[in-house]
């Protein structure tokens, strides 16, 4: 079983809808959850970073970090066009290596 | 502010040819990291390195893959003799300070051994 696992879609939505991206673990000991976007050939590009549970806002992104369940989610409202490309969940702990999630792909059809 | 720059952006050899990928990584950043991407195995840590010493090297593949820094503005990821199954998108990217904070990519080299 992988450490992190993320469904690597494909994930087709209108534009203006709510997307809801996942990632489960399997590792007690992470504490920073980050998602990173990477838009095709380019480098993975930090998006959000979080420290153990919680919420956290930026703009129309919403990280949230449920440690019970060992679940980590990332919402997009309203989504947009420009927001199609593979989002990859990452999470390490203090000395740890970041472990990444396999990527899922995201589509938004104008 | 530059961000984390690499050479070449792609790069197509011959079986048996020796390949060398560089990386510029952002000013101020004491940990650099080699990754490689694939469709199958995702991204994958290769090495780690902390001001300037490789800390981790466990993910190199085999003897063929060797990384070098020099200096805190400079590392070469080499292999030789590169094998088609080396074929991915090889990713450098900083930090700066742990292992465990946000690292910073840059665009990556598209390899192709034909």
């Known amino acids: 079983q992988k450490e992190v696992e993320q469904d690597p879609g494909p994930l087709s939505v209108p534009e203006g809808a709510i997307v809801s991206l996942n990632c489960t673990y399997s590792?007690?000991?992470?504490?920073?959850f980050m998602w990173y976007r990477q838009y095709s050939r380019k480098g993975p590009e930090l998006l959000m970073y979080?420290?153990?549970?919680g919420n956290k806002e930026d703009g129309r992104f919403t990280a949230q970090v449920d440690k019970s369940s060992k679940y980590i989610s990332l919402f997009i409202r309203d989504s947009q066009p420009s927001d199609s490309a593979t989002y990859l969940c990452a999470m390490s702990y203090q000395g740890g290596k970041l472990i990444f999630g396999q990527g899922t792909e995201l589509s938004v059809k104008p | 502010d530059a961000g984390v720059i690499q050479s070449p952006r792609h790069e197509v050899t011959e079986m048996g040819q020796e390949v060398t990928l560089r990386c510029k990584p952002i000013s101020g950043h004491n940990s650099l990291f080699w990754y490689r991407q694939t469709m199958m195995r995702g991204l994958e840590l290769l090495i780690y390195f902390n001001n300037n010493v490789p800390i981790d090297d466990s993910g190199m593949p085999e003897d063929r893959f060797s990384a070098k820094m020099p200096n805190a503005s400079f590392s070469t990821l080499k292999i030789q003799p590169s094998e088609p199954r080396d074929s991915a998108v090889y990713f450098c990217?900083?930090?700066?300070?742990?292992?465990?904070?946000?690292?910073?990519f840059g665009d990556g080299t598209r390899l192709s051994i034909l």
């Open positions: 590792n007690s000991a992470f504490q920073y």
């Open positions: 990217a900083s930090s700066p300070q742990a292992l465990y904070q946000p690292q910073h």
């Open positions: 979080t420290y153990s549970s």
